[in-house]
Structure formats: C-alpha cells, structure tokens
C-alpha cells in the first residue's frame, strides 16, 4: 500500500533471543519502531496501527506484557496517533489514541461495532470549530449493548484445558490467545495435509490460511517457511462447558494420535 511503512511483527515464540527477557525483548521492538520514525521522517509520519492479537495473519499471537505501552511510548515521543485495530480480538490494556471493536464486542450474538476516540484527537475538532459527523441508524441499539456484556463474560477454560491437555506435548508449543480465541504452534514441520487427515477421522474439519507462514518482506508479503505451521480453535461464543471440554478432548486425543503415527509417514 502506498505511503504504509510495516516494522516486524511481535511473536516471542518465534523471535526471541535465547535468555532474552519480556523486558528486553520488549525494548527491541521499540527501537526498531524508533528507528522507523527516524528513517522516514518523524513528521511525515500520521500514526502506528497495531493490532495486539494478531489473528488469521499470524495465528491469534498475543503481545508481550509491556509492548503496546512501549510502542505508545514511541509514537508519542515523535508526536504520532498510537492507533489499535481489536476488531477480532477484543479490548485489553493501555489506552490508545484511536481504537476499533467489532467482533470481540459483539461476538457474532449481534451485528456490532464501535471506535473509540481519545479526548486528545476529539479536541482537535473542536479547535477547527467544525463538526464530525458519525452515526448510523442502528447507533446505541440496546439488544447490542447487552449482547456485547454478555460476551466480555467469556473465560478462559479452552485455554486452560488445552494447557492442560497439551501443554507437555514434545510437538506442542506455545499455546497460546484470549478468551474463545485460542491456536497452539506444531513444533515438527511436517504436510499440513496430513494433520488435516488426522482432524477429518474425528469429525474435525481444518482449513488452510496464510497463518504465520507469512511474514513482511519491505512493503509485501512473502511465503516464510521458518515460523512455522498452526492451528486455530475459535468455537461460537454460544458453547457451554460441556461443549468446550468435548473440544479439549478431541483436539487432545486428535494432536496425539497425529504425532504418535508420524513416523510412520513415508
């Protein structure tokens, strides 16, 4: 895209220094972000959007305790908007100058979404004395509102279960995401195909994404083989407990049945 600079992503599992701490991993992003500032010109630069759970690009990778605030603190320092994209993912920590929410609001109950706008970027409106107009029919639908606190009640049971389940796994690494958002890594590269065949004889179906089999080469996209192979569980945020453990179970039961017989594989 025209004008759009990228810095590298943030995945610890992937990118982390051996003995590297949060803290110091946390400060080399930074840097990195600093050093783009510097490079393209602090003052041609509008903002920074972050996405704090990387989704399908990335296969739902969380950031690092300290990132967003690290990242704020630098777009600030060069007088830059520190926008947040949580459209898949919900709301979580720092407060950010600009910020989207859809589907981690809503949840798929309703139809959903919203922007929220710091004081900071409002009042540069009213300094101009004009008006901005933003509002849709359906604005403040209450069957919404009630919807999206219903959802923000979701725990983190797959989670857990899954960490429990698998969290030994020799194969099994990084398990990791929010709420009903949760995808682990398979530390052997092997077919996907395979592991797809392994799902589909437990009635689970599997479908192919870029996932983090990508990665930011300059401004494009380029196949990477190094980050590895995922799989993303994002069950309907209608499921009741006894549906999240038959989840767990079968997820268990299904990773450890494909690693067991992969040395069987030709």
């Known amino acids: 895209m025209k004008n759009v600079h990228h810095i590298s992503d943030c995945n610890p599992y992937r ?23 510097l490079e393209l010109g602090p003052n041609t630069v509008i903002g920074f959007i972050c996405e704090p759970v990387v989704g399908a690009a990335m296969g739902c990778v969380p950031f690092v305790p ?4 690290a990242m704020q603190d630098v777009c600030h320092k060069h007088g830059a908007l520190f926008i947040l994209d949580e459209v898949m993912c919900g709301m979580e920590g720092v407060l950010p ?10 949840g798929g109950y309703q139809a959903i979404s919203a922007v929220l706008v710091s ?20 604005q403040g639908m209450p069957i919404s509102a009630v919807a999206a ?4 009640k979701q725990g983190a049971l797959l989670k857990k279960g899954l960490q429990a389940a698998l969290g030994n796994h020799p194969n099994v690494g990084d398990i990791r995401g929010m709420g009903l958002f949760v995808p682990f ?22 479908y192919g994404g870029v996932g983090s089999a990508n990665s930011v080469h300059g401004d494009h996209f380029m196949l990477n083989s190094v980050q590895g192979d995922h799989i993303m569980i994002m069950p309907a945020y209608i499921i009741r407990k006894k549906d999240t453990e038959f989840i767990i179970k ?17």
């Open 15 to 37: 990118q982390r220094l051996n003995g590297e701490s949060n803290e110091k991993f946390v400060a080399r992003k930074a840097a990195e972000l600093d050093a783009k500032f």
């Open 66 to 69: 300290g990132y967003l605030k």
């Open 97 to 106: 100058d600009i910020q989207t929410i859809a589907k981690g609001l809503g």
């Open 119 to 138: 004081p900071k970027v409002v009042q540069k409106f009213d300094d101009k004395d004009s008006n901005f107009l933003h509002g849709q029919t359906y």
């Open 185 to 206: 890594d398979q530390k052997l590269g092997v077919a996907k195909e395979i592991i797809a065949l392994a799902f589909r004889s437990y009635n689970l179906l599997i």
């Open 250 to 266: 079968m997820i268990s039961k299904v990773v450890h049945k494909y690693f067991d017989n992969i040395k069987n594989i030709p």
């Open 149 to 152: 606190l219903t959802v923000l």
